[in-house]
């Protein structure tokens, strides 16, 4: 007989009463504000043999961040630039697992690698997280500067393909003057689980579960100063304006997680913003992190200019605004502020899926993610009272679903 009360107590429940949100711890400031502008790249190369037969290879793949754009706004001639590992682009060889395989299906080499295309695929952290979301954007990149930019190790810069290019401006995190201090993070992408995705290769099916940012567990790398040229007697070597200063990368123990080529390495600058610090690159010693320096001097080298659009200047007001935001106070006026930037950015970045999760936060008046703004015209719930007058059954001092479990629960025994 217990088990049948309790089956009739919660159906007493309503829909509204039953139903709980999802509710997201939100992210660093300026975690939120990077994350948006990562892209998955996914690199197409071909065995050329001798007499000139093309033979598709696995792709490779690394990571992108967005640096600069053209772009002002919606319906502009906008061109953003794309920050990477010149490794992760190499005109001349693919990565090691695309080799090994097609090495294990023909046993020897072919006559020649051959680049085919570049594609930076936004991250769900931009587009959302739905299935007709997740991979849904991409853009091809230009690859025609790389038989002269890819040919050494470090940063690379390049546009996004003139055609099918988008007509709106892309996130971007700038690229500041000098090396930067304060938190840091190095962000990658892989699952939503938060399992960074380090491999060199990437069957498409798999794409979607790998465009969600994680926060690594690498430590920030110590900023190795610029080496100071030591006189002999003669005339110093002075050193080269814009050299690449690599950075060793130091992980966390027990266990680390692996890192991608071109992840980032991101630097609070405050105000709901972030500035780049460096990226993960590969080196004749191994991983390391090449700092601003060596960035500018890939920005240069693409003739790019590190400057923001109207998106990442109203995705940033919005973040500065909720964030600054009381967390106890729905009725804080940040949250409108917020509200205002994440509804402008959703109305015109028809690709930004993303914005509906802070826009309904913002709204709700709420510190997490996943929170949804009441209906409009419905009630304020009252604080719970004592006298019955906000029980979930009238006459009985029940006022949660918890109270209900466990009223039934008592019945049943």
Known sequence: MGFGILLSLAALLSPAQAAVPHLIQRPRAFVAYARVALVRLTVQYYAQSSSGTLTPLELCTGLGTIVATTGQGTGGNARSFVLTDSHVVSPVQPCAGAIAAYKNANKTAPAHWKLSSVTAYLDSDYTGTAANQVGATSFALDTSALPTLGLTDGPVVLPLAASHAPSY????????????????????????????????????????????????????????????????????????????????????????????????????????????????????????????????????????????????????????????????????????????????????????????????????????????????????????????????????????TTGLIALGAALFV
């Open 169 to 400: 401006d892309l996130p971007v995190v700038p690229v500041p003057a000098t090396q930067p201090g304060g938190t840091s993070q190095v962000l990658d992408l892989g699952s939503a689980d938060g399992v960074a995705y380090a491999q060199d290769t990437l069957t498409p099916n798999l794409l979607p579960n790998t465009l969600a940012t994680v926060e690594t567990n690498a430590a920030q790398p110590p900023i190795l100063p610029t080496p100071t040229p030591v006189s002999t007697g003669a005339a110093a070597t002075p050193t080269p304006s814009g050299t690449a200063t690599p950075i060793s990368i130091s992980l966390t123990p027990a266990p680390p997680s692996p890192i991608s080529l071109g992840a980032p390495l991101v630097v609070d600058s405050g105000n709901g913003s972030a500035v780049l610090g460096g990226i993960v690159v590969m080196t004749p010693k191994g991983l390391a992190v090449a700092g601003v320096d060596a960035i500018t001097k890939a920005l240069r080298a693409a003739f790019a200019v590190s400057n923001l659009g109207t998106f990442a200047q109203r995705w940033m007001g919005g973040l500065s605004a909720y964030y600054a935001a009381s967390q106890t106070n729905p009725s804080d006026p940040n949250y409108a502020a917020a509200a205002a930037d994440f509804q402008y950015l959703q109305q015109h970045y028809p690709a930004f899926g993303a914005a509906s999760l802070w826009l309904n936060a913002a709204l709700a008046g709420s510190p997490q993610l996943g929170a949804t703004p009441a209906p409009a015209g419905a009630a304020t719930p009252a604080p719970v009272a004592s006298g019955g007058q906000h029980d979930i059954i009238p006459g009985l001092p029940i006022h949660s």
